[in-house]
């Protein structure tokens, strides 16, 4: 066995409540830090494309709401560009992809407000439905989760990514339910048997 004297184990920690703290210090009214919290939309003024507003929860093993979640959000503009990843120069400048959301801390509810992305190409040429790609943290969570949010109204079937999840009942985990035109809701479950499906990226 080897030994491990010289590099001892870093001790794990959940986020607790000090990832607030750090990210969101405004919110929390701690301000100075930031002129204003980073991450508050992933669009400005002007972004093209069909506006749309997501919102959900997280919830536990327990079934219980997190109210402490924070979710941080990375997407593509209308015609399917990441910001900064255009050669060409044909990406939405108002549309910068990242947000940083934090639940309410009352009903642990959380929104996003954007533009629904557009389709991405996948490296082998196919095209990557419509998605947004989240990174969730709260109590309890050593590492934080990705996971993809897809749109009930966009065609999710060929998607290659989707495509590659063996428990087909398991996709419907990571499809935003449509309640109005332009709003969809999308609950995140840690655990359990409608657990949401995460990624190992």
């Known amino acids: 066995m080897q030994p491990l004297e010289y590099l001892k184990e870093t001790p794990s920690q959940t986020a607790g409540p000090y990832v607030h703290i750090g ?3 405004n ?19 002007g972004a093209k494309g069909q506006l749309i507003t997501i919102t959900g929860h997280v919830q536990d093993g327990a079934g219980m709401i997190m109210r402490d979640a924070l979710i941080e959000s990375w997407q593509a503009d209308a015609q399917g560009i990441y910001p900064g990843n255009d050669p060409r120069g044909a990406a939405d400048p108002n549309v910068t992809g990242w947000a ?20 991405v190409p996948f490296p082998d040429g196919r095209m990557m439905a419509p998605h947004i ?10 590492l934080g989760l990705q996971t993809r949010i897809y749109f009930e109204d966009e065609d999710n079937e060929s998607c290659p990514v989707l495509q590659r999840i063996e428990h087909r009942p398991r ?22 048997d409608n657990e949401t499906v995460f990624f190992d990226m």
């Open 171 to 192: 996709v419907q985990t990571l499809i935003a339910k449509q309640t109005a035109p332009g709003q969809y809701r999308f609950d995140i479950v840690l655990q359990g």
């Open 133 to 142: 790609s989240l990174w969730v943290v709260a109590r309890g969570i050593n």
């Open 100 to 119: 940083r959301i934090i639940a309410d801390f009352d009903s642990g509810e959380w929104t996003l407000s954007t533009v629904k992305p557009g389709r």
């Open 23 to 25: 990210l969101t210090p």
């Open 27 to 45: 919110t929390l009214g701690n301000p100075g830090i930031y002129p204003e919290d980073l991450g508050l939309s992933p669009i400005r003024d």
